[in-house]
């Protein structure tokens, strides 16, 4: 069976740190991949999603880049955080066109 | 381009009574629909999904939903929650013909609080 993994699963930055979020996956290969934003009173955001390593789309131009240095990870990162980038980051898996989450890593940017 | 509308945010109910969170979406092409559920700090679960064919689908734990195309609705219901049945809902599509990636659009959720 699949299974998805993220972390840290809670992470708390000061603004203008570097950020790294890992995303997981096992049991597949070559899947589709996708990060999200969850931020208070904003819904849930795509931020990027990749077809196959190396390949990276993104949706929203904002503070952030993500990578996808092998078939079943996924990373998301920041150089210089900034206080807007607070949420929950979550990270998706694609199979027969539904997607499946991981458990999230909510970031605080103080 | 689409676009997804929870037309509750808050829905309080009583345990054991029937709930309906309503959903209707607009799209210029035919898409898929989902239902996830997230639980406090949790990330989402598939609750429920519609492809193709029947468009009465139901999950494992009670919940239903029927894709009404002529309305572009795809409302959920149950008809007896329980306390653990309180979360955030959210319906979400994705067109079925992509060029690449499988977006998923979120309606702004539902949340369920079940009392006792």
């Known amino acids: 069976s699949q299974t998805i993994h993220q972390w840290p699963a809670t992470l708390v930055q000061p603004v203008g740190s570097p950020l790294s979020l890992e995303c997981t996956v096992e049991?597949?290969?070559?899947?589709?991949l996708y990060w999200y934003r969850q931020a208070a009173g904003r819904g849930l955001q795509l931020l990027f999603y990749?077809?196959?390593?190396?390949?990276i789309s993104s949706e929203v131009p904002q503070n952030l880049s993500a990578s996808r240095p092998q078939d079943r990870q996924f990373i998301l990162s920041s150089k210089k955080l900034l206080l807007s980038d607070s949420g929950f980051y979550l990270c998706?898996?694609?199979?027969?066109?539904?997607?499946?989450f991981g458990p999230g890593t909510r970031l605080t940017v103080l | 381009a689409q676009s997804v509308t929870q037309l509750d945010s808050q829905v309080p109910v009583f345990e054991e009574a029937p709930v309906e969170l309503r959903c209707n979406y607009s799209?210029?092409?035919?898409?898929?629909l989902f239902w996830y559920v997230q639980y406090p700090n949790q990330g989402l679960q598939l609750l429920l999904k519609?492809?193709?064919?029947?468009?009465l689908v139901e999950s494992i734990n009670g919940f239903e939903a029927e894709f009404n195309k002529s309305q572009t609705s795809f409302h959920l219901r149950k008809p007896s929650v329980h306390i653990s049945d309180t979360a955030e809902y959210f319906c979400?599509?994705?067109?079925?013909?992509?060029?690449?990636?499988?977006?998923?659009?979120f309606g702004g959720g539902t949340r369920v609080l079940v009392k006792p």
């Open positions: 998706a898996w694609e199979r027969a066109d539904t997607q499946y």
């Open positions: 049991g597949t290969s070559n899947p589709n």
């Open positions: 990749s077809v196959g390593i190396g390949q």
């Open positions: 799209s210029s092409v035919s898409v898929y």
């Open positions: 519609y492809l193709s064919g029947s468009t």
């Open positions: 979400a599509v994705s067109p079925m013909i992509k060029a690449a990636g499988n977006k998923l659009t």
